[in-house]
């Protein structure tokens, strides 16, 4: 089953507007992990951040973690229609030895030059 | 590019065959993950592999098993297909060392069982 829950599940927008999306999880993590994947192809690492930290950025990536909420979100700002890709939150619980990720659903993201 | 190589790309079997899907870690890492992600869902974690072993596995039964080679190469392995095993299936590799690892994905091998 899906620890994680994307919000929305699909947002379509213009080039150069910013994105928002929205994670939430339900057990305690080590750290939040955020992918792209590209029409079903491999996942793409963007960005991690770990459970003591409240925000993080990247280029025009910027993450935040509310570990009271259980809830992270990713902004991707002055969008291009290359971003267009469907983008995951990985929580990582490390319960025991090792890193296992799960997966949310994912938000399908659509950027209209 | 991330490193991580699968083969073969895309696969078709039929239901109650055997399959087996490899991966090549990126150079440099010791353990290799793999995930199974159905269409329009997010991948699910079948087991991961560290030092040639099991290091912790999901809720996949037993008939999903798995090597990882002194090189770190992996394999995944599939008895009796079942048409819901028709997925997109995904290593990734990562060097266990702390708790804030990165897991690099290679690009998948899509199986379709008929």
């Known amino acids: 089953s899906q620890q994680g829950e994307e919000d929305p599940q699909a947002l379509s927008i213009q080039e150069g507007e910013n994105a928002t999306m929205n994670c939430s999880y339900k057990t305690s993590i080590n750290n939040l992990q955020w992918y792209r994947q590209n029409s079903g192809r491999g996942l793409v690492h963007l960005i991690l951040i770990r459970s003591n930290e409240r925000e993080k950025h990247s280029g025009r990536l910027r993450v935040t973690l509310d570990t009271s909420k259980k809830s992270s979100s990713l902004l991707i700002t002055a969008s291009r229609a290359a971003d267009t890709a469907s983008y995951f939150c990985a929580t990582d619980a490390r319960e025991t030895s090792g890193s296992r990720l799960t997966f949310g659903e994912g938000t399908q993201l659509t950027v209209n030059p | 590019e991330t490193g991580v190589t699968q083969s073969p790309t895309h696969l078709i079997k039929t239901r109650g065959q055997q399959v087996t899907l490899r991966c090549s870690s990126q150079s440099g890492h010791n353990t290799v993950s793999w995930y199974q992600q159905a269409l329009g869902q997010g991948p699910q974690f079948i087991f991961q592999?560290?030092?040639?072993?099991?290091?912790g596995r999901g809720n996949f039964p037993p008939r999903f098993s798995g090597l990882q080679f002194p090189n770190y190469s992996s394999e995944l392995n599939v008895n009796a297909l079942e048409l819901d095993d028709s997925a997109l299936y995904l290593c990734?590799?990562?060097?266990?060392?702390?708790?804030?690892?990165?897991?690099?994905f290679g690009p998948g091998t899509r199986l379709l069982v008929l």
């Open positions: 990734a590799s990562s060097f266990l060392m702390t708790e804030q690892e990165t897991q690099y």
């Open positions: 592999y560290y030092r040639e072993e099991e290091n």
